[in-house]
């Protein structure tokens, strides 16, 4: 078992045409209880099956059922959670958390693409392959969006939610995603998270604010922190798009 979903275990498998190691998520149908939980699922295989062939997005390869369970056969990522690299080197370089970022970017923007948005975008939730490069993975929370049409539902972890969420209110799935990787850059060169609290309605309130600080002892380039801060700008019509991000001149280096 290489890890627990909501609805059950994902196993390391080998696929017996091509020998390759493929991680398999196994969905027991006892477990999927209510109408949510079915949509839910069927939502995923849907925008799993619409991203193939995307670049540093996780590939779904086939799809197999049987009365107890559903059995989801995908790409496997040798190198673990990019938390727990993080955790190992307390943080990163930044040369590297910008190549990181850069296949973040590259990954997101496929996905808006074909008009999905992640909603859950942490570093549990980027994986690592073989050669070191990130692969999104766990698209349980995401959903199609029409462009320019809010959604409403709050959901995705408490310390990477941007503020309209923790608000309550109607969000852009774009901007939403893009808070998310502010939080994730912050939290690789940093090696901590840009708010911080045991106490939720605490948390909250500082999200709310976006009131946060880069430590002056990461020595960040001032390009890294002015892009940090304009990520986590709490009013998203001034955040930057993905797009943007693009073309941002320390990932068009790289």
Same mark, same amino acid.
């Given at each position: ?12 498998g080998t696929h017996v045409a091509t020998g390759e190691r493929v ?11 209510t109408q949510a939980d079915a949509e839910r699922v069927t939502r ?45 080197n307390g943080k990163i370089s930044e040369s590297e958390a910008c ?107 500082? &999200? ?6 880069? $430590? +002056? @002892?990461?020595?960040?380039?001032? =390009?890294? #922190? *002015?892009? &940090? ?6 009013? $998203? +019509? @001034?955040?930057?798009?993905?797009? =943007?991000? #693009? *073309? ?7």
């Amino acid at each position: 078992t290489i890890g627990e979903g909501t609805f059950g275990k994902v196993k390391l498998g080998t696929h017996v045409a091509t020998g390759e190691r493929v991680a398999v998520k196994i969905l027991e149908k006892a477990r999927i209880v209510t109408q949510a939980d079915a949509e839910r699922v069927t939502r995923e295989i849907r925008i799993l099956r619409s991203l193939r062939r995307s670049p540093h997005v996780v590939q779904l390869f086939e799809i197999m059922e049987t009365p107890e369970a559903i059995f989801m056969v995908m790409e496997y990522a040798s190198g673990g959670e990019l938390f727990d690299y993080i955790v190992e080197n307390g943080k990163i370089s930044e040369s590297e958390a910008c190549k990181f970022i850069r296949q973040i970017i590259s990954g997101v923007c496929s996905l808006h693409m074909r008009n999905v948005v992640h909603r859950d975008l942490k570093p549990e939730n980027l994986l690592l392959d073989k050669n070191h490069n990130i692969i999104i993975a766990d698209l349980g929370l995401s959903n199609f969006f029409h462009p320019g049409e809010p959604l409403q539902t709050a959901c995705g972890s408490p310390c990477y939610a941007p503020p309209e969420m923790v608000a309550g209110l109607p969000y852009d799935p774009p901007k939403c995603d893009v808070w998310s990787v502010g939080v994730v850059l912050y939290a690789m060169v940093c090696g901590q998270l840009p708010f911080e609290d045991h106490h939720t309605p605490s948390l909250y309130k500082k &999200i709310l604010e976006g009131v946060f600080k880069v $430590p +002056n @002892e990461f020595k960040t380039s001032r =390009e890294v #922190r *002015r892009l &940090i801060f304009r990520m986590l700008t709490p009013n $998203p +019509n @001034e955040r930057p798009s993905f797009e =943007e991000l #693009r *073309r941002t001149d320390l990932f068009l280096r790289g």
